[in-house]
C-alpha cells in the first residue's frame, strides 16, 4: 500500500484537497484507529494529557482507498511547511524505530502573488534547509533517508491562493451569490473607512486582495452555511453539489486534480 | 515499637502546593545535581542487542512495546556495575526467576544465543566500567553409597574492566548454581564482596517485588538512621492527608500508620491500604537510600492513581535533586510522561524508546524539546 503525507498550507487548503480527493478519487476517511496503518495512526492525537489540555491542535485527515493512504496535514502556514514535514516523518519514526521509505511526500502551496514556479520552488528549497531537509528534484532526504517527493501550486492560472479556486467553484454554482459577495469584498477592499481593517491584514496591497478573496469566501459561506467555518461548506456544500467533473475542469483547479490523481 | 511517637498535626497539610513550592525553591536556589552516567551500551544482554542509551540525563525514562527490554535495561544497569554489594547483583539477575531452578537461572543468565554478554557504563567523568557476563554450564558425576548421581553446574562469571585513562587490572568473580535431586543450590566466590571496588549505590523497585516487605523494611532502616521519616512522611500525605506519623511496631516488624483521627479508630498497618500508597512508600525509601547514585523504578506507575502522580513526580523530582540522585524509569502510561514533562525542569528529562529490530535493539532519543513538540503541539502517542 501506498503511503501519502500530504502537506498543504492551511485549513481552506486541507478542505478543498480532501474533498477533492474524497468526491474525484474516491477516497474514504478512515473512522476507526484500529484500521489505520500504523504509518498513519501513529498521528492520531491522544487527547487529553494529565495536564488537562482540551484544546486540539494540528489534527490531520486519514483517507484511504484501494492501494492508498493518505496523510493530509495543514501545515499552518507557508512558511511552516517544511517544519510539519519534519515532525511528522519524526513521529513516523518514532512508531518504527527506522524511518519507513514507504512514505511519499507530497506538498501543495498557494501561488500567491508569485507566477514563477521556479520561484516558488526555490523559496521551498531554502525553508527546506532550514528544516535540514534536502529537497532535489523528486527526492526529499531527511536523516540520510530518501522519501518520494512531489509539489502542486495553485491556482495554476494566476496569481492568489485557494480562495480563488473556491470563488471560481461557487461562481459556477451560485453565481448570483458569489457577485453579491464579489461586490461586499470590493467594497471592503475599495472604501477608504476599511483601511483600518485592510492594514491589519498586510501592508502590501496585492496581499491584502488575497485576504480580500478570503472575505468573499467567507461572505459566501456566511449564506450557504451559516452556523459553521467556511471549510465545512466547501466540503459539505460547494463541492458536493457540482458534478465533480465540472469543478476538474475549472481552469485554476484542473492542475491540482491532476497531481492528486499522479500520487 | 521504637522511639517515642511525635504526632505533629501541624504537618498535616495538603502536598501538593507546599512540594511545588519546595521544588521551585530548590531551582530559584540552583542546586545542581550531577549526572552520574553518561552513556549505557548493552550488548547481548537479555533480550537487548547492540542497544546505545547516550546523553543519559538526570531523569531518564525508558517506553516501548512488552517484551521489547525495558526492564532489561534497568537490569544491565545492575550487571554493568551499578550496585554496591554482591546480594543485591544477584537480587537483580534471579529476580524475574520465579523458582530457583537450574533451568530458570539459565535462562535468566544467558543471552540468547549468545555466549557472552557484554555491557560498557561510560561515566560523566569520562572513565568506563566494561564488563561481560558469560554463563557456563557442565556435568558432574558424583558417586556416593554405591549411588552414581549427576550433578548438573551452571556457573556465571562476570568479568569487569574499569578505565579512567588507563586501564585497570580486570576483576573477575564467579557464581555457581548447582542442581543436584532436583534441587538448585547457590554458592558464590568468597571473593567477591572486595572485589568490588567501585561500589554505586543503587536502588531498584519494581512491580514484581515491591510486594516484599523484608526489602521494604531493610531499606527503612536506612532511612531512620539518616533522620529522613519526614520526607517519608510527606510522601504518605500525598495519599492521605489525614497521615501524621508511623512507626515500625511488633516483633514481625510491621508498618503503622498513625492518622490524626486515631482517636476515633484504630491506626492502620501500611499493608492495609491500597498497593499505590505502598509502592510509592517504598519507592521513596529506596530514592532516599540511592544518595549519591541511581535509582531504577519499574513501572512507576503501577497501582498509582493519575492525580497522585503530579504530587508523587514531583516529590520523587525534589528529592532526587536533593540527594543527587539519577533516575531510570521504565513505564507504559502516556500520563506518566505528560507529568514528567511538566514536572521536571528543561533539560534534565529524556525518554528513551526501544524497539527489537533485526540483529540488533533500536533507540530512539526523545529530549525535553521534542517532547514538547511531540505530546504538547502535536498530542502524539511516544510510547
Known amino acids: 500500500m501506498k503511503i501519502i503525507y500530504l502537506f498543504v498550507e492551511g485549513n481552506t487548503d486541507k478542505f478543498v484537497v480532501e474533498s477533492l480527493l474524497k468526491r474525484r478519487l474516491k477516497y474514504r476517511n478512515y473512522v476507526n484507529e484500529k484500521d489505520t496503518p500504523k504509518l498513519l495512526s501513529c498521528h492520531i492525537p491522544k487527547y487529553p494529557g494529565a495536564n488537562g489540555q482540551l484544546e486540539r491542535r494540528g489534527i490531520p485527515s486519514f483517507l484511504y482507498k484501494d492501494d492508498a493512504s493518505i496523510l493530509l496535514v495543514s501545515a499552518n502556514g507557508k512558511e511552516q511547511v517544511c517544519s510539519a514535514i519534519r515532525e511528522r516523518l519524526r513521529v513516523a519514526e518514532l512508531q518504527f524505530g527506522i524511518a519507513n521509505e514507504d512514505i511519499s511526500i507530497a506538498v501543495v502551496l498557494d501561488r500567491d502573488a508569485e507566477m514563477n514556479d521556479e520561484v516558488i520552488k526555490s523559496k521551498l528549497l531554502k525553508q527546506a534547509g532550514n528544516n535540514r531537509l534536502v529537497i532535489e528534484k523528486d527526492i526529499l532526504t531527511c536523516e540520510d533517508v530518501r522519501y518520494g517527493f512531489s509539489l502542486c501550486i495553485i491556482p495554476a492560472d494566476r496569481k492568489g491562493t485557494i480562495e480563488k479556486v473556491v470563488i471560481d467553484i461557487a461562481s459556477k454554482i451560485h453565481p448570483e451569490l458569489t457577485n453579491e459577495a464579489g461586490l461586499y469584498k470590493k467594497a471592503i477592499e475599495e472604501k477608504e473607512d476599511y483601511r483600518k481593517y485592510r492594514n491589519k491584514w498586510a501592508s502590501d496591497p496585492q496581499i491584502q486582495s488575497f485576504y480580500a478573496d478570503k472575505v468573499q469566501v467567507g461572505a459566501i459561506s456566511t449564506v450557504l452555511k451559516p452556523d459553521s467555518s467556511p471549510g465545512i461548506m466547501i466540503n459539505d456544500i460547494l463541492i458536493t453539489e457540482m458534478d465533480i467533473d465540472q469543478i476538474c475542469e475549472l481552469p485554476s483547479i484542473k492542475r491540482i486534480v491532476q497531481y492528486l490523481e499522479d500520487l | 515499637m521504637t522511639g517515642k511517637l511525635s504526632l505533629d498535626t501541624k504537618n498535616n497539610r495538603t502536598l501538593s502546593n507546599d512540594r511545588r513550592q519546595e521544588s521551585k525553591k530548590d531551582l530559584d536556589e540552583g542546586i545542581e545535581s ?174 514484581s517485588r515491591f510486594d516484599r516487605t523484608d526489602k521494604i523494611l531493610e531499606v527503612l532502616d536506612g532511612v531512620f538512621i539518616n533522620n529522613q521519616r519526614e520526607k517519608l512522611l510527606d510522601v504518605l500525605k500525598i495519599f492521605d492527608p489525614n497521615v501524621v ?139
Request: hydrophobic share 35%; net charge neutral.
Open chain 2, 34 to 207: 550531577t549526572v552520574l552516567l553518561n552513556r549505557l551500551l548493552v550488548d547481548s544482554f537479555r533480550g537487548l542487542k547492540n542497544a546505545e542509551f547516550c546523553k543519559l540525563n538526570r531523569v531518564n525514562y525508558v517506553v516501548g512495546e512488552n517484551n521489547s527490554g525495558k526492564t532489561s535495561v534497568l537490569e544491565a544497569l545492575v550487571a554493568g556495575g551499578c550496585y554496591s554489594d554482591s546480594r543485591f547483583f544477584l537480587d537483580t539477575m534471579l529476580a524475574r526467576s520465579q523458582k530457583m531452578i537450574l533451568e530458570g537461572v539459565k535462562n535468566m543468565l544467558r543471552p540468547v544465543g549468545e555466549e557472552i554478554s557484554r555491557i560498557t557504563i561510560t561515566f560523566s567523568n569520562g572513565s568506563t566500567l566494561k564488563t561481560e557476563l558469560t554463563c557456563k554450564e557442565r556435568t558432574e558425576i558424583l558417586q556416593s553409597d554405591n549411588k552414581i548421581k549427576n550433578k548438573r553446574l551452571l556457573t556465571m562469571t562476570v568479568n569487569s574492566i574499569f578505565g579512567d585513562g588507563q586501564l585497570s587490572e580486570p576483576k573477575t568473580f564467579w557464581v555457581n548454581f548447582e542442581q543436584n535431586d532436583k534441587k538448585t543450590f547457590l554458592r558464590r566466590d568468597p571473593s567477591l564482596e572486595h572485589k568490588k571496588k567501585n561500589r554505586i549505590p543503587c536502588q531498584f523497585v519494581s512491580f
Open chain 2, 245 to 383: 506519623n508511623f512507626e515500625v511496631v511488633g516483633e514481625d516488624r510491621q508498618i503503622l500508620v498513625f492518622g490524626k483521627d486515631d482517636h476515633e479508630s484504630d491506626p492502620l498497618y501500611l499493608n492495609d491500604y491500597g498497593n499505590g500508597m505502598y509502592k510509592a512508600f517504598y519507592i521513596a525509601c529506596a530514592a532516599l537510600q540511592a544518595t549519591n547514585g541511581i535509582l531504577l523504578i519499574d513501572e512507576l506507575e503501577a497501582g498509582i492513581h493519575h492525580r497522585a502522580l503530579v504530587d508523587f513526580i514531583t516529590y520523587l523530582d525534589t528529592i532526587s535533586k536533593k540527594q543527587n540522585i539519577q533516575l531510570f524509569i521504565t513505564t507504559h502510561s502516556l500520563e506518566l510522561l505528560d507529568v514528567a514533562r511538566q514536572t521536571h525542569h528543561d533539560g534534565d528529562m529524556v525518554v528513551y524508546k526501544i524497539k527489537r529490530g533485526e540483529g540488533k535493539s533500536v533507540v530512539k532519543r526523545i529530549n525535553h524539546n521534542d517532547m514538547d513538540l511531540l505530546r504538547g503541539e502535536l498530542g502524539v502517542d511516544i510510547r
